[in-house]
């Protein structure tokens, strides 16, 4: 092999609208245009009325708004199952109007190309698909988030048979759980302000490397995947935070342990690890990390407070809710001489 693996990173996504959240429901893959994405939180304790439009499950506090949280199912033709503490919304906006739809679980975030994505023929026009992913075996359902809106805006009379309060964990845990979720969503200090500019938004993946959170800068990501179903090919003669190289789609990818790289700890890799894939101008690299929790919009950044003044490659560092959360400074790790291999 006479690859050289030569690490600059570009501080800018590309074809921002080929990017998208690919989430599951009912045993299918949807996505979501990443620039109609505000955050993705885990689900609430939701206010839910006793009688509701079709496919709205009920309210709750978002950041000083009250904003709808939405089941896509009904649109899709589907009976909603059981709600989990596991599954998450996505915070959406459309028109100036801000809601949440409610996945099972989010599966990854990545490109889908323009040139594989087909117009849905014969659909009728209160549909919510108007286009699929096709590529190779893989065909993922675009959701047009314009359509949902306009149908939980204009639908008013259209009332739900379903009773969401019976979807809803009812063990004691589950429901504590929730209320502090929702009590953190309704204290959040800033109260966003309508229309957004959602490209220019400051989106971070929040990770965690054993028990300590970590935020990315969004615009770095191309997308994250499990590891189990990946082989790992090491390298001979590399630093050891260096796990080998993994083919994804026919390119290969230098794998960093990113716990070994910052702390000199070993990570074990389980079945939950992910990798966060970072795009570069030439070049792709992955990051093993321990669990991919949301997405979350943070404001000021450069206002946090920084504790970890020894660390090169924290941009700085916060308290929220009596936990330690660091944001790193991608741009320092990325530019580290320890990461450029040469591989023959």
Do not use: W
Not at 28 to 49: D, G
Not at 67 to 88: M, R, V
Not at 108 to 120: P, R
Not at 190 to 208: A, D, G, K, W
């Amino acid at each position: 092999m006479n690859n050289n693996y030569s690490i600059t990173l570009s501080s800018e996504i590309n074809n921002l609208n080929e990017y998208f959240i690919v989430f599951s429901l009912k045993g299918k893959q949807y996505a979501i245009n990443i620039q109609q994405v505000m955050e993705v939180i885990n689900i609430p304790e939701i206010e839910i009325p006793s009688k509701a439009p079709m496919s709205i499950i009920g309210m709750f506090n978002y950041n000083g708004l009250m904003i709808k949280a939405i089941d896509l199912c009904p649109f899709l033709g589907f009976e909603p199952s059981t709600f989990s503490i596991n599954n998450q919304l996505i915070i959406t906006i459309v028109d100036g109007n801000c809601f949440a739809i409610h996945t099972e679980k989010i599966e990854n975030i990545t490109q889908l190309s323009s040139q594989n994505i087909q117009v849905i023929p014969y659909e009728m026009d209160d549909s919510i698909l108007k286009e699929v992913y096709k590529a190779e075996d893989n065909s993922i359902n675009i959701i047009d988030i314009h359509s949902v809106n306009k149908l939980i805006t204009e639908n008013h009379s259209n009332n739900s048979n379903i009773n969401y309060v019976d979807l809803f964990p009812v063990d004691e845990k589950s429901q504590q759980i929730l209320k502090i979720r929702a009590q953190q969503n309704k204290s959040a200090q800033e109260v966003f302000s309508f229309p957004f500019n959602l490209n220019t938004m400051n989106q971070y993946i929040l990770f965690t490397l054993d028990n300590h959170n970590y935020y990315l800068d969004l615009k770095y990501v191309k997308e994250f995947i499990s590891i189990k179903r990946l082989n790992i090919t090491k390298l001979p003669y590399t630093h050891d935070f260096i796990k080998g190289i993994i083919n994804l789609k026919g390119d290969f990818l230098v794998v960093v342990d990113l716990k070994r790289f910052l702390n000199n700890d070993i990570n074990t890799i389980h079945e939950g690890s992910k990798l966060i894939i970072a795009k570069g101008k030439d070049f792709n690299i992955a990051f093993l990390v321990d669990e991919i929790k949301y997405i979350k919009n943070l404001k000021n950044i450069d206002s946090y407070k920084t504790f970890a003044e020894n660390s090169k490659y924290i941009f700085s560092e916060f308290m929220e809710n009596d936990k330690l959360y660091s944001i790193l400074n991608f741009e320092k790790i990325i530019n580290d001489d320890r990461l450029y291999i040469n591989v023959n």
